[in-house]
Each structure stands twice: as C-alpha cells, then as structure tokens.
C-alpha cells in the first residue's frame, strides 16, 4: 500500500463550510497527488505536488487549493464547499519500480456535501 | 497522454484467462502503456506497464503488438476477486508522469 494514509474516510458537511481532506504518506515519496472519481467522469487529477512547498493546478482545480508543509503530508482544501464537490477523493504518490514510476492510491476519502 | 479505446464490458469464466483488449493507435513512441484495475470503492491499483516488448509479472501478462497500437492484458486464470474496472493508459512518465488520464475502462465481471 505504499503506506498511504487518507483522513477522514467519510465526511459529511454542508454548502460553504470549509473542509480539509489530509494525505499521509511514510516512505519519503517525492511526487504526491489528488484525484477526485465522480461517475461518469473517471479519476481526475485536482492538484498535485513536487516537493515540499512545490504544487500545481491539475485539470479541476477550481474551488480546491492544497499544501505540503512536509514531505508526508498532502492536504486539499475546499475553501467554500459546494454540492458539485461531492465525490471520492484518493491520494496518490509515486513510486520506483525500474524503468518508470508508478502511482499507488491511498483508499480514498467520501465527502458528501449537503 | 495518447487517447486509449477499451470496450465498456467483459465477461470472464472462473479460472479462464481473462483477455482485455485496448487500443491506443496514436500513442507516441516514448509513452508506455499502464494499467490499473480499481476494485469497488477503493483506490486504483497499478498491474503492469510496458513500452515496446511483452511484459509479465506476478499478476498479469500485457501483450503489445510490434507497432503498439494495441494492447492486450491478460489475467490466466481469472479468479472473482478479479471484478473490476480495469483502465489502459499510454503515458510518457518522467514529469508528465503524475497527470495520468483514466478514461472508462472495462469492466470486468467474473462469474463463477
């Protein structure tokens, strides 16, 4: 599981409250992402980070914005949450396995917004 | 990322191997092809990857033709743990890596 750890698992708040979702992550991985899976759309990558204090927008970044203080933690923040950010939020890093690298996912974090 | 095509829906026979086809015609020559599967309700979990030759690990086969414009992952012996939405994707890694673009996948239904 890379050891990836997403906090809350399920969270229930209403329109224009603001609510963090927390990423944790105990291997020292340099890359760290969040996606969010609605249905019909897949997974799309909302921001991601490359480093300690280093982020960028993703394809839905509107409304989220994140930190990384440190390098195990990965926080997205919905600063005035509305009923559209209802969704399955998952955590990704990178990791090392030869020629490339690939992405292994936290066990995703429900948000329900009222 | 090249755009990959997969059919929506497979069946797959307990213990038969499970064949799941995607094509990703317009895939460049330094992008490799992943893929994913995603159980219900948790993360996606990473299979297998290659770029030019066939590949095979502890979970599956992926089987890319010479002018990789197709692709096939094979389960051999599909179990029903195995039901899953199973996602191809041709990305070129480095630091284009972490904008991985999951289309719809296949779902794979195992039936005992």
């Known amino acids: 599981d890379a050891g990836i750890t997403q906090s809350p698992r399920h969270k229930v708040t209403e329109t224009g409250t603001p609510v963090t979702l927390r990423c944790h992550q105990t291997?020292?991985?340099?890359?760290m992402y969040w996606y969010r899976q609605d249905p019909g759309h897949g997974l799309r990558l909302i921001h991601y980070?490359?480093?300690?204090?280093?982020?960028d927008k993703g394809e839905v970044s509107d409304g989220y914005s994140v930190s990384r203080s440190k390098t195990e933690d990965f926080l997205l923040t919905l600063e005035s949450a509305t009923s559209s950010q209802t969704s399955v939020y998952f955590c990704?890093?990178?990791?090392?396995?030869?020629?490339?690298?690939?992405?292994?996912f936290g066990p995703g974090t429900r948000l329900l917004v009222l | 990322d090249a755009k990959t095509t997969q059919p929506p829906s497979m069946d797959c026979a307990e213990g038969r191997a499970a064949n799941l086809p995607c094509n990703h015609s317009?895939?460049?020559?330094?992008?490799?092809v992943y893929w994913y599967r995603q159980i219900h309700s948790q993360g996606p979990q990473y299979i297998i990857h290659?770029?030019?030759n066939n590949e095979t690990n502890e979970m599956a086969s992926l089987i890319i033709t010479e002018d990789r414009k197709s692709s096939t992952l094979i389960l051999p012996h599909a179990t029903l743990r195995d039901t899953a939405v199973y996602y191809c994707?041709?990305?070129?890694?480095?630091?284009?890596?972490?904008?991985?673009?999951f289309g719809q996948g296949t779902i794979l239904t195992v039936h005992p």
């Open positions: 990704a890093i990178n990791q090392d396995r030869g020629d490339q690298e690939t992405q292994y």
């Open positions: 317009t895939i460049s020559g330094n992008e490799y």
């Open positions: 994707i041709a990305n070129a890694g480095g630091t284009s890596y972490g904008k991985l673009t």
């Open positions: 290659g770029l030019k």
């Open positions: 980070s490359y480093g300690v204090k280093d982020t």
């Open positions: 291997e020292n991985h340099r890359y």
